[in-house]
């Protein structure tokens, strides 16, 4: 069930008026500072860039202390522009880049769909105004300026959407209060008509497995997501990496526990069974729509709007490199090619703005459940990535077999085993994934050819001499 609004003004101007900004940033990236002689450093990582503070609204502690300044430092010895550039240097395989750019886009393609989804449902249901007038208006912004300026228009984008998102998080959560007669209310009422909810558990209605494995889709193996380690290869110096990661933390943890915490408040504004309302990915919508005044609701949902946009551009730009950088150009090179500045331009703005546009078209026809997407998406990518990059990174043992065994099998493994409905012991098949993953890719560094000495040494160099010059 949808609040009964009529295109609600006020709501509308401020989500113009960001939207503009938004646009606005990407020109200027692309007029203002322009993109030089080497076009796809500058397009797809900033140029390497990234101060602490921008850096740290576009990732978090534990990617950039375990990956952060290895990947830095590997990618200025390779060149390297994406992560794809870097397995293919470690591995020294192009069928393993070339597979590993096809898992990015596919896996990228789902939930960018989950998020130009959410962002439109969340502007219907709060606004008055139809699912595809939200599509339009903020699913074609983030194409435009995403194509337009790049990885460093998306990175100050981002900024701008993190300080947007937690702005909303604190408008929503004191607005929840006051609709649901203040923070003591909300809890008697809670205890006195879901008391599971103040049980670990749920009172047996969260299985044991389902509650551990969370933890490991949505906790420690999103260090590996690509688009989050690329941020690695964008900052500018150490102290641009620690001040982030100390800056980030804050930032995540306000937003995370901010919007779990006003989800389990907004009890008080929405006290009817889940099914009342159509689905869980109708809450957030419906709490803002019945809580905030209407002069205000258009300020409210720039926050979760703004996360929406800022997941959408950085998977944008990661599946456009993927395309562009891992495949063609790595491609033509091999073909002995050279590609020019102008053409690379043209090619970079026109496949970052077809992969919009194509999950601007699937999101036409929404899934049900886009939280479903999400989670598939993640999963995904966790079970292709993680142990590869980690192992990769870490232990020279690991070589090329193994990387493309774990990588294939897993993924495949996984995505076998959602289709199936299959879980061994209630866990979630991220459980499967992973475990299939990491032996496959024990067994392939048992069996394959060792990784050549000379690659060895670059990543693992035996005397760690000074690295002032590479930061």
């Not at 030089?36 to 390497?48: H, L, P, S």
């Not at 292709?384 to 990588?407: D, E, I, K, Q, V």
Request: aromatic share 10%; glycine share 12%.
């Amino acid at each position: 069930m949808m609040p009964q609004t009529e295109g609600n003004l006020f709501a509308l101007v401020p989500l113009l008026l960001f939207m503009a900004l938004m646009l606005a940033i990407g020109v200027w990236v692309r007029r203002g500072r322009g993109f030089g002689e080497d076009f796809v450093q500058q397009y797809f990582i900033g140029n390497r860039r990234l101060g602490g503070f921008v850096l740290a609204m576009t990732a978090i502690f534990l990617v950039l202390g375990i990956f952060g300044k290895r990947v830095a430092l590997l990618s200025r010895e390779f060149h390297a522009v994406t992560v794809v550039d870097i397995i293919r240097a470690r591995f020294e395989s192009n069928g393993l880049a070339m597979l590993a750019a096809l898992v990015i886009v596919l896996f990228f393609c789902g939930t960018m769909t989950a998020q130009f989804v959410g962002g439109a449902r969340l502007f219907a249901a709060a606004t008055g105004y139809s699912y595809e007038t939200g599509l339009v208006l903020f699913g074609l912004v983030v194409v435009l300026y995403t194509s337009i300026g790049g990885f460093r228009a998306v990175a100050l984008t981002d900024t701008c959407c993190a300080l947007m998102m937690m702005a909303g998080i604190v408008i929503l959560l004191y607005y929840v209060l006051q609709a649901g007669g203040g923070y003591t209310a909300i809890i008697d009422g809670l205890h006195a008509a879901h008391p599971e909810l103040f049980d670990p558990l749920s009172a047996g209605e969260m299985p044991v497995g389902l509650y551990l494995t969370q933890w490991i889709l949505v906790g420690i193996c999103t260090i590996a997501l690509p688009q989050s380690v690329v941020r690695g290869i964008s900052y500018r110096d150490t102290h641009s990496l620690h001040r982030a990661m100390l800056i980030g933390t804050v930032v995540v943890g306000f937003m995370n526990i901010g919007v779990n915490f006003t989800g389990i408040l907004a009890h008080g504004v929405l006290d009817g069974p889940v099914s009342e309302y159509g689905s869980v990915d109708n809450i957030i919508p419906l709490t803002i729509a019945r809580a905030i005044p209407p002069e205000l609701v258009g300020l409210a949902i720039l926050g979760p709007i703004a996360a929406s946009i800022s997941t959408i551009s950085g998977l944008l730009i990661v599946a456009s490199s993927a395309i562009v950088k891992d495949v063609y150009l790595a491609h033509a090179r091999a073909k002995g090619r050279t590609v020019g500045a102008q053409t690379l331009s043209r090619l970079s703005v026109l496949t970052t703005a077809a992969l919009g546009g194509l999950v601007f078209l699937i999101a036409l026809t929404p899934p049900s459940l886009i939280w479903i997407i999400n989670m598939f998406a993640f999963g995904g990518l966790e079970t292709a990535f993680f142990w590869m990059l980690l192992l990769g990174l870490y232990w020279r043992g690991a070589n090329r077999l193994g990387a493309l065994l774990s990588m294939a099998g897993g993924t495949l493994a996984y995505c076998a085993a959602q289709a199936a409905g299959f879980k061994v012991l209630g866990l979630h098949q991220i459980t499967i994934g992973m475990t299939v993953s990491l032996a496959l890719f024990l067994v392939g560094a048992r069996l394959g050819a060792p990784t050549r000495a000379e690659v060895l040494d670059t990543f693992f160099p035996r005397a760690e001499e000074g690295t002032g010059g590479r930061r």
